[in-house]
């Protein structure tokens, strides 16, 4: 009988570990962490399951790929979508999503010790300059083109949760020919990639079937 439980254990632990690898993918941080755009180990460029050559040995060997080999998107910003998707962009302004980096500009010093307490990170001064707020409220943090850059009028159109943050760097998207164009960026948001800044810890409340119904913009 015991033998049988730890047989069954083991299972358990197998799934709940399968469970958490898909979510650990999908992770914003582990883009910080590698320093590397989603683009760089997904063939889609906002993530999903098919992996490049350079994904696929990083799945394997766990070792980030080399500068010299990166063929990852940059990131171009909100204001570089706008010009062919103008309806999406203007429904965006008015969503929360448009508004994440003045959030944090004004998080009350209080609620953001209890918040990171929560996450289990520590936030140093202003959340507005912490890694671990930063990451889901901006878009590409200190990835390439991606939030700060060099001044005010080139960060602008990363800051925030853009169109970017969920459909991954448009560098390819913008250049790719016509019929080659959805192979280059997630038209597919999931709900995995939502959680990943969505936890429980942050938004209780969050209910992906009924966030969609609504989504971040309009899909005319």
Avoid at 53 to 74: E, N, Q, R, W
Avoid at 94 to 107: D, F, N
Avoid at 113 to 133: F, P, R, T, W, Y
Wanted: charged share 20%; net charge neutral.
């Amino acid at each position: 009988m015991r033998g049988r439980f730890t047989v069954l254990g083991f299972i358990v632990v197998g799934l709940m570990v399968a469970v958490a690898a898909q979510y650990v993918w999908a992770y914003p941080e582990f883009a910080l962490t590698t320093e590397r755009a989603c683009g760089t180990c997904h063939v889609k460029a906002g993530g999903g399951p098919e992996l490049t050559d350079a994904g696929t040995a990083y799945k394997s060997d766990g070792k980030v790929p080399a500068a010299d080999d990166l063929k990852s998107p940059a990131y171009l910003g909100d204001a570089k979508c706008k010009m062919c998707h103008m309806s999406q962009h203007k429904s965006w302004v008015e969503t929360k999503h448009a508004k994440t980096l003045a959030t944090l500009e004004g998080a009350d010093a209080e609620l953001t010790s209890a918040q990171a307490k929560k996450l289990g990170i520590e936030v140093e001064g202003a959340a507005s300059e912490a890694d671990g707020c930063l990451t889901c409220h901006v878009t590409g943090y200190k990835l390439e083109g991606g939030y700060p850059q060099k001044d005010a009028k080139t960060t602008a159109p990363v800051s925030n949760v853009t169109c970017e943050s969920c459909h991954g760097p448009g560098g390819n998207h913008m250049k790719a020919p016509k019929d080659e164009k959805a192979a280059t960026i997630n038209g597919n948001v999931t709900e995995v990639m939502c959680k990943s800044c969505h936890t429980p810890e942050m938004s209780p409340d969050f209910k992906f079937a009924e966030y969609v119904k609504t989504g971040a913009h309009t899909t005319k």
